[in-house]
């Protein structure tokens, strides 16, 4: 065969041509780095918002990293993807300040966990809220197959430290650059994902009254307004959350407290004219500064005098928190401890009694002073404080700073116990009021066709925000008159508020090749080019060693 070719080129013209030669060994080797499996899921970015200028929480969208797990991951190239409960406080710093990226495994069920994982969630959760992020951050809720990929990801680090700490020292270099080479990655790809702000914002803030049968009529009387004005005035307040570490509904166990108050005392309070019960609903909690209650201040105290001369604010906030950790005390808080006589003492001690009463359970006032220095307020009652109008907070937390407040991690609040705590708590919160509105010193007055139940809570829970049903409209319609609805909007020039788009997006994890494997696949190819180059120039000479050889081969026949 080699002595009929009469050079190079006659040697491939009957064969495969000779560009296949140094071509397909090369695709052979790429093949072995495809894109081997691709995973998605539904993730959620972290909430951004802005308050008096200052940002919180994720800044960032954009994600497209390799996948590292919390001990592997070295610099921003690389996207952190961990379980909530596995990552610490300090190790969230450390990934906020020096990696790429960060997804997050959201627990299947956070009831199962033990009493510390719970609280170390909640502790982590509370120091993401409380500073700007700037790189991206998604959650996910719990998938079986992110799990797995986690768990991927994480063993090659645990197997190479145990057989480490077997062999009683580290491998040699050699060793860890081939299992470097050999290993799987994972790319981590975000699409969909926007963090535009959203101009359109909107924050709902609903207002209703109960007035007596006399008090309406005087409404059509040329002494209306002094009928007004001689009836005492009580304002009940709550805030609805619609967002939290996700932009996602809590369960507003305040807001359904207000609305199981103002279904109890629409029932007997038509007939009886000696007060004007105001309930109000914001949608901005402490999150937000309580914006919500600034607005409706600024829009009713200097048109309303009698809002000035409020007997008190009753503001409900953090109820119904503590009630799954045991704990069911009451706590007052006020920024100014109530002098005796006055009407929030008055009430205070009626609700003292009504705990023993009715619920064997401890009342306690906290005081707090309000620090003027501070971006937020703690608590609702403070904004009303500041008009100097004498108002307070009831919570079953005792620190505005306790991380339950504000929590998107919350128990079942339908489970059975639950709400036979619950029921305690308004019990107790009604039958107060009601005795210090009408002048009741001894004696259940929620009995019989008005027994507070599981049933009188249960239809108020699960409230969602105005902008998304009617449910909360429709029963202020209902229940109470004289129903407003005002809309605080940001300042375009300075805004006292902004929120961003937060829609959800997709997570594509791809199963690759780590980085090194390219540089390892460049080599390899360069040094097989290098082979063929030095192959086709002295193929001359190769080609006369084979001929000679075959000739002495024959000639020994």
Not at 192 to 217: F, Y
């Amino acid at each position: 065969m080699f002595e009929e070719a009469d050079n190079f080129a006659d040697f491939f013209r009957g064969g495969l041509p000779y560009y296949l030669l140094i071509t397909l060994p090369i695709l052979i080797i790429c093949s072995s780095n495809p894109v081997l499996a691709s995973s998605e899921f539904g993730v959620q970015r972290m909430s951004q918002f802005d308050v008096h200028g200052a940002p919180y929480g994720c800044r960032a969208s954009a994600l497209n990293l390799e996948a590292k797990s919390l001990y592997t991951w070295s610099t921003s190239r690389h996207c952190v993807i961990t379980r909530f409960q596995d990552m610490t406080i300090d190790q969230f710093r450390e990934i906020r300040l020096k990696a790429g990226g960060l997804v997050i495994l959201l627990p299947n069920d956070i009831s199962t966990l033990s009493f510390e994982e719970r609280q170390h969630i909640l502790l982590l959760e509370q120091a993401m809220m409380a500073q700007e992020i700037s790189i991206p951050v998604y959650f996910s809720k719990y998938d079986g197959k992110l799990n797995e990929i986690i768990n991927d990801v994480t063993k090659t680090t645990s197997a190479n430290s145990q057989q480490s700490s077997k062999q009683g020292s580290r491998e040699s270099a050699l060793s860890e650059i081939l299992n470097s080479i050999s290993a799987n990655g994972y790319q981590v790809v975000v699409t969909g994902a926007t963090h535009t702000p959203n101009k359109q914002t909107k924050i709902p803030i609903i207002q209703g009254e109960l007035i007596s049968n006399k008090i309406q009529q005087q409404q059509h009387t040329k002494s209306s307004q002094d009928g007004d004005s001689k009836t005492s005035l009580i304002i009940l307040t709550a805030h609805l959350d619609t967002f939290g570490l996700l932009n996602q509904p809590l369960n507003n166990i305040d807001s359904a407290i207000l609305l199981t108050l103002i279904d109890l005392f629409s029932k007997l309070h038509a007939t009886i004219p000696k007060y004007r019960l105001v309930f109000i609903v914001s949608e901005s909690g402490s999150l937000l500064n309580f914006q919500g209650i600034k607005k409706w201040l600024d829009a009713n105290l200097d048109e309303n005098i009698q809002i000035q001369h409020a007997e008190f604010v009753l503001c409900l906030d953090g109820l119904g928190k503590q009630l799954a950790n045991g704990g069911g005390n009451i706590f007052m808080h006020v920024s100014k401890p109530p002098k005796e006589g006055t009407h929030i003492n008055n009430f205070y001690k009626i609700l003292k009694n009504s705990a023993q009463q009715y619920g064997n359970v401890t009342v306690e006032g906290v005081h707090k002073k309000i620090n003027l220095a501070d971006t937020l307020l703690a608590w609702e009652h403070e904004r009303f404080s500041m008009k100097r109008m004498p108002a307070f907070t009831l919570s079953n937390l005792k620190s505005h700073k306790d991380p339950l407040r504000t929590t998107t991690f919350e128990d079942n609040v339908e489970d059975e116990e639950q709400l036979e705590k619950l029921q305690t708590s308004v019990k107790i919160i009604a039958e107060s009021l009601a005795s210090y509105i009408y002048g009741i010193q001894d004696g259940e007055i929620f009995t019989g066709t008005m027994e507070i139940t599981k049933d009188t809570i249960r239809p108020w829970l699960n409230l969602k925000s105005t902008l998304q049903n009617n449910d909360l409209k429709n029963s202020f319609d209902k229940l109470l008159k004289n129903i407003k609805i005002i809309y605080e909007k940001p300042d375009p020039r300075e805004p006292d508020f902004m929120f961003y788009d937060d829609k959800n997006a997709i997570l594509n994890i791809y199963n690759v090749k780590p980085a090194v494997f390219d540089l390892f696949l460049t080599f390899l190819i360069v040094a097989y080019l290098f082979v063929i180059y030095f192959a086709i120039i002295y193929f001359p000479k190769l080609y006369t060693f084979v001929c000679k050889f075959s000739q002495i081969k024959v000639k020994a026949y």
